[in-house]
């Protein structure tokens, strides 16, 4: 029903900026929201930011201030502008999509991988 492919990542140093961008293909459905998760190594897959087809964000405490959610839900299309960034930021991340006020979390993508130095 849906396919996500999430791009972007890279190894970027403390303090550093990365952009990432995933791109939903989809049946006929309206999307209420799309948004990332990440997931660190040996640690559950986390919620990190999401933004609803009206234009509002919400954040995650650990990213407030440094990560920015953008996109055109109507496009199937979302962006993260990650700054400052810290080496606990490093984990692989993931977007997905909200239909019917609920995250299709049996589609996620392949991910893209963000690893932070020092």
Same mark, same amino acid.
């Given at each position: 029903q849906v396919q996500l492919v999430e791009s972007g990542g890279g190894l970027v140093q403390a303090g550093g900026s990365l952009r990432l961008s995933c791109v939903a293909s989809v049946n006929r459905f309206s999307l209420n929201a799309m948004g990332w998760y990440r997931q660190a190594p040996g640690k559950q897959r986390e919620w990190v930011a999401d933004l609803t087809s009206g234009g509002r964000t919400d954040y995650a405490d650990f990213v407030k201030g440094r990560f920015t959610i953008s996109g055109d839900i109507a #496009? &199937?299309?979302v962006y !993260?502008?990650?700054t &400052? !960034? #810290?080496p606990e930021d490093t984990?692989?991340?993931f977007c &997905? $999509? $909200?239909v019917r006020g609920t995250w299709l979390q049996g589609s996620w993508g392949q991910g893209t991988q963000v690893t932070v130095s020092s």
């Open positions: #496009k &199937n299309t !993260l502008e990650m &400052n !960034l #810290k984990a692989a991340y &997905n $999509v $909200v």
